[in-house]
């Protein structure tokens, strides 16, 4: 097939307006905003409840573009590893390193960049704990989850989990300079949560994964088991929310939230094993799975205010 020779755009031009803010759009994305939103969501009230109270607004801004700068850099280098899968999967088929928008070498030259911006941010405006905290999250999403867990293992997600978790830890270490129980707690609480969350979205998503040859739980075990495995991550997931409600002495408002929030988590898990496996159910279950830890949060932080502010 013969090349085309693309024909030059002057800068001025409509066109290469467009092409600019598509690049700018397509790194961006190769942060994956969405999931950082959830992580920041885990980590601000986590600052509330080691502090008693509300922190500086200086040390939570701080703490939020160092954790956005260090999630961000992460998720661009998974996708720069993962460009072959995103190609065959219709879920990924539309990321900018697929597309072509952004190239490999800019995205992982952004990464590390974003990394290294990261790190600094923790170090000059918040503790050198957090921010090799933040770092070692980034290097186990990248070499752990990424490189030796996604494509080997059905238990990728189990595992690879406990990187999404460390934000927690960032974010009380962030207040207080060392780690407590309440946090290793909710640490466990978010690495708990995560395979019932990933799990629905694979059974939604099951062919894409069997084309990309990734080995996801509902692509190499029955749905029955996949199920089963779900309900019990469930209970195990309400039962976590409620050890930490002692050992971080928090009070009937989050208390209250905890147990409607799981009881509701625990009813869209047996929904989706009686309907089973619709894509309707698993993704009612996905979506949920977001609100019950955004619900979790906001109420630890609703109870310190309301206690100590």
């Known amino acids: 097939m013969a090349q085309i020779t693309p024909v ?5 031009t409509p066109t290469a307006s467009t092409a600019k ?3 700018l759009r397509g790194f961006i994305a190769l ?6 939103e959830l992580l920041l969501v885990t980590t601000v009230p986590t600052m509330f409840v080691a502090r008693r109270g509300i922190p500086s607004g200086w040390l939570i801004l701080a703490t939020l573009v160092g954790g ?3 999630a961000g850099g992460a998720n661009a280098v998974n996708m720069f590893i993962d460009r072959d899968i995103d190609a065959v999967m219709k879920r990924t088929s539309h990321r900018p390193l697929v597309t072509g928008i952004v190239r490999p070498t ?3 030259v952004f990464a590390i960049a974003l990394q290294v911006l990261a790190f600094a941010t923790f170090a000059a405006f918040v503790n050198l704990y957090s921010g090799f ?6 290097l186990f999403y ?3 989850y990424s490189l030796g867990l996604k494509r080997r293992s ?5 595992i690879g989990g406990a990187a999404g978790a460390v934000p927690v830890l960032v974010g009380w270490t962030a207040v207080t300079d060392h780690l407590a129980w309440p946090a290793i707690v909710l640490f466990a609480l978010i690495v708990i949560w995560t395979p019932s969350h990933f799990w629905a979205l694979a059974v939604k998503y099951r062919e894409d994964y069997e084309r990309a040859e990734v080995p996801m739980l509902p692509v190499v075990e029955s749905f029955d088991k996949v199920a089963r495995q779900i309900i019990a991550y469930s209970v195990l997931l309400i039962a976590t929310s409620f050890v930490f409600g002692v050992v971080a002495h928090m009070s009937w408002i989050y208390w209250g939230v905890a147990a409607v929030a799981g009881a509701l988590y625990l009813v869209d898990a047996f929904r989706l094993k009686a309907d089973g496996g619709s894509p309707k159910a698993a993704m009612r279950l996905f979506g949920y799975s977001i609100t019950y830890v955004t619900a979790i949060f906001a109420a630890m932080a609703v109870d310190i205010v309301v206690r100590y502010h």
């Open 106 to 108: 800019e995205a992982l």
């Open 21 to 23: 803010v598509e690049r």
């Open 133 to 138: 905290l933040a770092l070692s999250a980034a």
């Open 68 to 70: 956005t700068l260090s």
């Open 31 to 36: 942060t994956k905003p969405r999931i950082i």
């Open 142 to 144: 990248v070499f752990v």
């Open 154 to 158: 059905k238990q990728n997600i189990v």
């Open 8 to 12: 030059p755009v002057r800068a001025d």
